[in-house]
């Protein structure tokens, strides 16, 4: 059995490796293929007659999945799946498997870390500390932004699934309070510092508000002008889920208005982000480089879950099936 990872390299790039796929199949892996519909002559080439496909971020469309002859099973390294035509490799009786659970805890953690650079700046405070500020400074201490604390504010969570929930454990432990947002509700979760409201009570009453809900049209463009609006002035907003679950220039406003007080962003609509991103210019916002799923304990679970994927599929119990 043939197998081609077509951009191995976020994943592995060079701290783990690919031995367990390469037991279970002959194994050709690409650091990097197009990730747009635009090389797909390319992917089709990588693809060839491989039965077997991994990627991460390279799209696998119709077309793609019409040209290869030989292809059982596409294994997507991530949790979304919306870069491969579900639909058009069940026509193909094509199994398409996803990683549901496997950083959890790194995006919770990831959350609340830049929750509390919004809070302290460290990274600031450090830089001024090297540039000599501190040791010139006519005081034994100053500060350069205004800091905050978090015990006694209120969190408001939209979208209270694994992660959602591993993010309130963290942020009820530095005593905030806990609004949660789902369609569905787990009612034993609440308690005397959690409860779950509907979306415009949440956007009234949180002091923070962070995204971990899936990307869906219902969801899309979410935070936006008018849902902003509704929300207290002075909120942070953290966005570690979905770059399109945000309006990019509403939110650009609020924060140059001062509506938004800061913003902690580790995606953008468009990944890499682009250089005319109104973001980049925005005040007191925050943004990193889809980092959330990143840690080595991260991203080896993926890796052997991603392995398990398919080590079922060929012992014929398929498992994270998303297109059935």
């Known amino acids: 059995m043939k197998a081609v990872v077509l951009d191995g390299y976020t994943l592995n790039p060079g701290d783990?490796?690919?031995?367990?796929?390469?037991?279970?199949?002959?194994?050709?892996?690409y650091d990097r293929t197009a990730t747009t519909t635009a090389g797909l002559k390319l992917i089709i080439e990588r693809i060839g007659d491989a039965e077997v496909v991994y990627t991460n971020k390279t799209p696998v469309p119709a077309d793609a999945i019409a040209a290869a002859p030989k292809l059982k099973f596409i294994g997507v390294l991530a949790t979304g799946y919306n870069i491969v035509d579900t639909e058009a490799a069940k026509k193909k009786g094509i199994v398409v498997s996803n990683i549901p659970t496997y950083g959890t805890a790194a995006v919770a953690q990831m959350a609340i870390a830049l929750l509390l650079e919004v809070c302290h700046h460290t990274g600031a405070h450090?830089?001024?500390?090297?540039?000599?500020?501190?040791?010139?400074?006519?005081?034994w201490c100053f500060w350069?932004?205004?800091?905050?604390?978090?015990?006694?504010?209120?969190?408001?969570?939209?979208?209270?699934?694994?992660?959602?929930?591993?993010?309130?454990?963290?942020?009820?432990?530095?005593?905030m309070n806990i609004l949660a947002y789902d369609t569905f509700k787990v009612k034993e979760l609440e308690s005397d510092t959690l409860k779950y409201v509907e979306l415009d009570e949440l956007y009234a009453e949180s002091d923070?508000?962070?995204?971990?809900?899936?990307?869906?049209?219902?969801?899309?463009?979410?935070?936006?002008?008018?849902?902003?609006?509704?929300?207290?002035?002075?909120?942070?907003?953290?966005?570690?889920?979905?770059?399109?679950?945000?309006?990019?220039?509403?939110?650009?406003?609020?924060?140059?208005?001062?509506?938004?007080?800061?913003a902690g962003l580790d995606v953008v609509s468009s990944e890499p982000i682009m250089a005319d991103n109104p973001l980049l210019k925005a005040k007191?916002?925050?943004?990193?480089?889809?980092?959330?799923?990143?840690?080595?304990?991260?991203?080896?679970?993926?890796?052997?879950?991603?392995?398990?994927?398919?080590?079922?599929?060929?012992?014929?119990?398929?498992?994270?099936?998303?297109?059935?």
């Not at 679950?245 to 800061?262: F, I, M, P, R």
């Not at 991260?298 to 398990?308: F, P, T």
């Open 16 to 29: 783990l490796n690919w031995k367990a796929l390469e037991q279970l199949c002959e194994t050709k892996v």
């Open 208 to 262: 923070v508000i962070t995204l971990h809900i899936p990307l869906f049209d219902t969801t899309k463009g979410m935070i936006n002008k008018a849902s902003i609006a509704k929300m207290k002035n002075g909120v942070i907003i953290l966005n570690n889920s979905r770059g399109p679950l945000v309006v990019e220039q509403d939110l650009t406003d609020a924060l140059n208005s001062g509506k938004v007080a800061a």
């Open 284 to 324: 007191n916002c925050i943004i990193t480089p889809h980092i959330s799923w990143a840690p080595i304990e991260s991203r080896r679970r993926l890796m052997d879950i991603a392995v398990d994927n398919l080590r079922q599929f060929i012992a014929g119990k398929p498992v994270n099936v998303v297109n059935k």
């Open 126 to 139: 450090d830089i001024a500390v090297k540039n000599g500020d501190w040791t010139n400074n006519k005081d």
């Open 144 to 175: 350069n932004y205004p800091l905050i604390e978090l015990a006694g504010k209120t969190m408001g969570i939209i979208g209270f699934g694994r992660i959602g929930q591993t993010t309130a454990k963290i942020a009820q432990a530095l005593g």
